[in-house]
């Protein structure tokens, strides 16, 4: 058993959990954030994403040994309890998920895309969610989404109507 | 009825919870004391096993149960199929393997432990001795004089025979110009939900209340069948579908895992967990397609199309799983797509062997039959030298022959397949493309417009043609206090059913959607029902919804036109008021209305109290939508790599509920069938071992694999039902293939090929391309 401490959507958490305890599986079974999904455990369909110190990364393959001290946001960080993220929003406005599983995932790699680019091109967004698997939706209406959340990010107007 | 909410984009109901992480998969479920179920798998496509040793595994710590199919054997029925095809062989799965593994990846042996870690680890203390045996891969090879048969007491690997033939075919042939013979492949493919299936089960020996969780897209049927396979009373077993990762037909299905896990609850007296790992899921959840078809076509040079014969070899795997054997059939209904052929004949030939069973994905026997005829056009074309927009248009119905019989005997309920295919060439600017391509030609680029104009089957269907009940439930309950309740037996995963009944609901009834609650999965609450798959849950389920929805508004006008002194007849549902044609000022509030349901002081004689209404709609017809699809690639002369340039999509599934949904189901059938086209396919080896067993292996479509989609609509609504909607969770998947591997051959033509198999890898091109450039040249 080791103990870990570290940061999760602004609170102090702890455990004490065998070291082959993954990141996801800490999350998930031992703070109850079930957010965040296991679609593959091997770093395959991104469904496990969160953001590490500013960084989206597949939880599912990151051990408890790496993340001590560590601040990690979740899907459930996100949201605060009278607003919805920007990005939520327009996921929701535009239909962006279908059975959701993959949501979550898919939501933390574009919040830390426009972390880090605030006006991404169609392309980079793509490249972005390039480690994530959707398997329902074909991509548009997330695209769709990012860009508008990217615009309200900016303190633009999104773009409500559908892009082409 | 004024529609304010039917055909708007309303926002999804189900997406608060889904953005935030906060809706419940069955992995997400937890319960106190909760143990955790591991199989074991055989290695092996082909083995006898001579032993299972379980000792070491029992004795291992956590480890409370360890089971292998003989001491189960008995106890748990055999996977249940419901397709019947006359003299088909037993092909029965057994839920746990006893004397012989058929497929990489069945299940030998189970163990429960108290915690997943010690679960997975215990299953390498049990030891099996197999006795390997010459694996049948091949579908052409299993049906080959003297291969073995992979099931005892059976002379050969033929699992059926079925054929279907209308028209006068030797007559077609006779009279044709000329023959043009293609064998196409279809392959398999891995469906790979991204929620792989799970299974939560919990038994209360005092109750004998058996509650099982499961990711599926049938919780009634599940129920029946989990009762029937453990011999347990039906009623005292519920099923619940809590939030559902996608199904894609995968989860229409019923496994050894669903019925394993429950009997392992019951043993134990303790709930007990399955999550199934991504390789798990590529090894022995349903796989699609798989099919090889020999085609003949009779033709008169001016493109007529006379009679279309097919032979079809479909690998169904090792067993039958709920509707494996069905599948294939419906490629032969659908053989003639949107053409009027007058004769046409199908011979298929299910094969056993030793790969996962076949199934249906989303899609199912229609994806197969839109390809093969969409391929059929495109070789006519080529043969004659026409254009393929041009064969087409001169094969179809009119809008005047609807309804229109097929020689396979179904009856098209309603369509305009010119005018899809006019809006689809206008949106493409189609002339441009062709002047773009020839230019691009000279300068030795290789660009391909792909064209697929197709018709499917939807909305499953009436009963008289389904293997188990086509019909869909709805209960519709006013409570007390003005709130409404829709139960539906179509349970969603994905489709947004809580949105676009509530928007029903909200219209007929004259009050917001966000009133109206949809409830569904849970098969304590919701009344007997069927299920989402065949594209069906509109068509079918939410008829059954407005027809509950008809039924309560008719009792709730007659209550207001009692208390305001009207006639129930002239009653107006707006704003939440209910008032009379001609005065409105006779108005009751919608509330006070419903409220009057419950005291039942003041109900017009003899009516009943409460305010519920129950309907199982049986639909008379399967409904048909359509449309055309284009599609333009540019393949890399240089690499053979196929680039998607264009999508084109413009569908008519008759009137729409949501066009958000509609879109969204579109799109993403399409980037489905764009995986098959260009990447996906289940390699197994000579060996029977799945080489594309994970998704590094597997490839599915990324999002910087795709273009943008254009998509537009035609609307010709169905006559078989009163809301006039058709379906479309399948379109994107029917139409999309054709379109590619047309634009594919058409880039290609240069180079004197008409016809490439799927999937469009760059290997695979290259070498069409450097094979045939010198022949050419
Ligand atoms: S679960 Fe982590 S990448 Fe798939
Ligand atoms: S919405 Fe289902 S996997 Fe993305």
């Known amino acids: 058993m080791v103990n870990v401490t570290l940061r999760v959507n602004g609170e102090t958490r702890s455990a004490s959990v065998p070291p082959e305890t993954t990141l996801l599986r800490l999350l998930r079974d031992q703070f109850n954030l079930t957010g965040s999904k296991l679609g593959c455990d091997v770093g395959d369909c991104g469904a496990c994403t969160v953001i590490v110190d500013g960084q989206p990364v597949n939880s599912c393959l990151m051990l408890v040994g790496q993340v001590e001290g560590r601040e990690v946001l979740t899907i459930e960080g ?63 209406k997330m695209i769709e989404a990012i860009k508008g959340a990217s615009c309200i990010l900016r303190g633009e107007e999104a773009p409500l109507v559908k892009s082409a | ?32 004391g909760m143990h955790y179920a591991a199989f074991l798998r055989s290695p092996y496509a082909h083995a006898n096993i001579r032993s299972v040793d379980l000792s070491k595994a029992r004795r291992a710590s956590g480890v409370v149960l360890a089971l292998s199919g003989t001491d189960i054997d008995g106890a748990i029925q055999p996977v249940p199929c419901a397709a019947q095809i006359p003299d088909m062989k037993s092909g029965a799965r057994p839920v746990l393997a006893r004397d012989r593994v058929r497929f990489v990846g069945e299940s030998v042996a189970v163990l429960v432990a108290s915690d997943r870690y010690a679960a997975r680890d215990a299953l390498d203390l049990i030891e099996v001795d197999y006795e390997p045996l010459t694996p049948i891969v091949n579908p052409e090879k299993a049906i080959a004089k003297g291969a073995a048969p992979l099931h005892a007491g059976q002379k050969d690997n033929v699992a059926f025979k079925w054929e279907l033939e209308g028209g006068d075919l030797k007559a077609a042939f006779k009279a044709a110009d000329k023959v043009i013979k293609q064998r196409i492949v279809n392959q398999r493919v891995i469906p790979v939900p991204i929620e792989t299936r799970g299974v939560l089960a919990d038994y209360q020996p005092g109750e004998g209340q058996l509650t099982v969780w499961s990711s599926t897209q049938i919780p009634h049927l599940l129920r029946t069948q989990i009762a029937s396979m453990l011999n347990f009373p039906e009623t005292l077993v519920h099923v619940v579908a809590p939030e559902v990762g996608g199904g894609f037909g995968t989860k229409l299905n019923v496994y050894p895992e669903e019925a394993i896990v429950a009997y392992l609850a019951i043993q134990l007296g303790k709930p007990v967990k399955w999550s199934e790992s991504r390789r798990e899921n590529f090894q022995a959840t349903i796989h699609g397609r798989d099919q090889i078809d020999d085609l003949e076509v009779a033709i008169k040079r001016d493109g007529t199309i006379l009679g279309l014969r097919c032979r079809v070899i479909a690998d169904l795997g090792a067993y039958y799983q709920l509707l494996t054997p069905l599948i294939p059939t419906l490629t032969g209904l659908m053989m003639t797509g949107c053409y009027k052929i007058p004769a046409a004949r199908m011979e298929i030939t299910g094969v056993f062997t030793n790969k996962m069973a076949t199934d249906a994905y989303r899609g199912a026997g229609r994806p197969e039959a839109t390809y093969l005829i969409e391929r059929v056009m495109d070789l006519v074309a080529a043969e004659l030298k026409k254009g393929p927009v041009e064969v087409r248009r001169k094969n ?120 109206v609650q949809v409830v569904h999965g849970d098969t304590s609450v919701v009344p007997y029902g069927i299920g989402t798959f065949g594209s069906r849950a509109t068509a079918v389920g939410g008829t059954a919804v407005y027809k509950s929805l008809q039924k309560v508004k008719e009792k709730l006008a007659r209550i207001a036109a009692h208390i305001v002194g009207s006639d129930p007849e002239r009653m107006v549902f707006a704003n939440r008021k209910i008032f009379a044609k001609q005065s409105p000022k006779k108005s009751v509030a919608f509330g006070q209305a419903v409220s009057a349901a419950y005291v039942a002081k003041t109900l017009p004689a003899e009516m009943e109290p409460g305010l519920e209404a129950t309907t199982f709609f049986e639909p008379t017809n399967f409904t048909y939508p359509f449309g055309t699809h284009i599609c333009v690639v540019e393949i890399d002369a ?103 591997a047309g634009a594919v051959a058409d880039a290609l033509a240069p180079f004197g090929v008409h016809h490439v198999d799927m999937p469009f890898k760059r290997e695979k091109i290259w070498q069409v391309m450097s094979k045939n450039r010198r022949r050419v040249q």
């Not at chain 1, 939501?107 to 895309?113: E, G, R």
């Not at chain 2, 984009?9 to 319960?31: A, F, M, T, W």
């Not at chain 2, 489709?495 to 966000?514: H, N, R, Y």
């Not at chain 2, 080896?685 to 943008?708: F, K, N, V």
């Open chain 1, 78 to 140: 996100l949201a605060n309890a009278d607003h919805l993220y920007p990005l939520q929003k327009l996921f929701e406005h535009f239909g962006s998920l279908q059975c959701g599983f993959c949501g979550p995932g898919v939501i933390m790699s574009a919040k830390a895309l426009l972390d880090e680019n605030p006006d991404p091109s169609t392309e980079e967004i793509r490249d972005a969610l390039g480690g994530n698997l959707c398997r329902c939706t074909g991509y548009t």
């Open chain 2, 1 to 32: 009825m004024t529609t304010r909410f039917i055909g708007k984009p309303l926002k999804r109901k189900e997406d608060p919870r889904l953005i935030q992480g906060l809706s419940h998969y069955v992995d997400d479920l937890n319960l106190a």
């Open chain 2, 396 to 515: 179809f119905p009119q809008p005047k022959d609807f309804p229109y019989a097929t020689p396979t005997g179904l009856i098209y309920d309603s369509g305009d397949y010119q005018k899809a295919l006019d809006m689809a060439l206008k949106v493409a600017d189609y002339k441009k493309l062709r002047q773009e391509q020839a230019k691009l030609r000279k300068e030795e680029r290789y660009m391909g417009i792909g064209i697929s104009t197709y018709v499917e089957i939807c909305g499953m269907g009436p009963s008289s043609a389904m293997p188990a009940g086509g019909w869909e439930s709805a209960t519709v309950r006013v409570e007390p206090t003005g709130r409404v309740s829709v139960m539906t037996g179509s349970s969603p995963h994905g489709q947004g059913q809580e949105t676009t009944f509530a928007q029903m609901g909200a219209d007929v009834l004259g009050i917001d959607p966000s009133q």
């Open chain 2, 638 to 740: 240089e690499t053979g790599d196929v680039k998607l340039v264009r999508y084109v999509a413009v569908d008519d599934c008759g009137n729409v509920i949501n066009p958000l949904l509609v879109e969204g189901q579109v799109q993403g059938g399409i980037v489905q069938s764009v995986g098959q086209a260009l990447f996906e396919e289940a390699v197994y080896d000579e060996q029977g071992q799945l080489i594309t067993g994970e998704l590094m292996d597997y490839a599915l479509p990324r999002a910087s694999d795709m273009c943008w989609i254009e998509a537009a609509r035609t609307v010709t609504p169905t006559p078989v039902n009163p809301l006039g909607v058709k379906g479309v969770g399948e379109a994107g998947t029917i139409a999309a293939t054709p379109a590619l």
